[in-house]
């Protein structure tokens, strides 16, 4: 079955990290760019980071850059964030995303999200 | 970084009337190269995540029902759904993918 799946989310105190990783099955994971994606309680989406599939690039939004890492490990087919320095404004459901297979980044797989809550 | 707009935020139409949305961009998602609309149009039901509807401002995805249409080009986008059934009362959001990516804010569709 095609499907990512989500884990590592949890409740942390600001400042703290978490690494989130998305486990990927059913495709040819090394071949596809990833992103994730998060989305606030209540609010809407907001692109995060993509990493490619085939050179490893990196891009982030501005709001977390410096402080989120995308990766990836193509022989364990997972996707990370590390997500260090964490404030009160990354609370949300952090989705990780499929893009097609020209590497184009609209994101045709989705998995159900893990959330990242971040409380004093 | 590109902007994207939605209007209207919310809309209540009848069941088996069309409804519209709009969706406007900062700056042109038209790549000259190849006269593609770097636009994707998503649908997200409660407690789901985001399920790809059209892509390239107008392909529709395989499975989406052809109630579902997508238009427009440059910075000024429209999705339209024909005919309203009860599942498609949902949150829309369009996506550029031209320059990075970024999402507009978000359309409720509700039954009047």
Do not use: H
Not at chain 1, 39 to 50: C, D, F, H, I, M
Not at chain 2, 61 to 78: A, C, I
């Amino acid at each position: 079955e095609v499907q990512l799946l989500e884990s590592g989310g949890g409740l942390v105190q600001p400042g703290g990290s978490l690494r989130l990783s998305c486990a990927a099955s059913g495709f040819t994971f090394r071949s596809y760019a990833m992103s994730w994606v998060r989305q606030a309680p209540g609010k809407g989406l907001e692109w995060v980071s993509a990493i490619s599939g085939s050179d490893g690039s990196t891009y982030y939004a501005d709001s977390v850059k410096g402080r989120f890492t995308i990766s990836r490990d193509n022989s364990k087919n997972t996707l990370y964030l590390q997500v260090n320095s964490l404030r009160a404004e990354d609370t949300a459901i952090y989705f990780c995303a499929k893009s097609t297979d020209l590497g184009y980044w609209y994101f045709d797989l989705w998995g159900r999200g893990t959330l990242v809550t971040v409380l004093s | 970084d590109i902007v994207m707009t939605q209007s209207p935020d919310s809309l209540a139409v009848s069941l088996g009337e069309r409804a519209t949305i709009n969706c406007k961009s900062s700056q042109s998602v038209l790549y000259s190269s190849n006269n593609k609309n770097y636009l994707a149009w998503y649908q997200q039901k409660p407690g789901q995540p985001p399920k790809l509807l059209i892509y390239w401002a107008s392909i529709r995805e395989s499975g989406v029902p052809d109630r579902f249409s997508g238009s427009g080009s440059g910075t000024d986008f429209t999705l339209t759904i024909s005919s309203l059934q009860a599942e498609d009362v949902a949150v829309y959001y369009c996506q550029q993918y031209y320059s990075t990516s970024s999402f507009g804010q978000g359309t409720k569709v509700e039954i009047k």
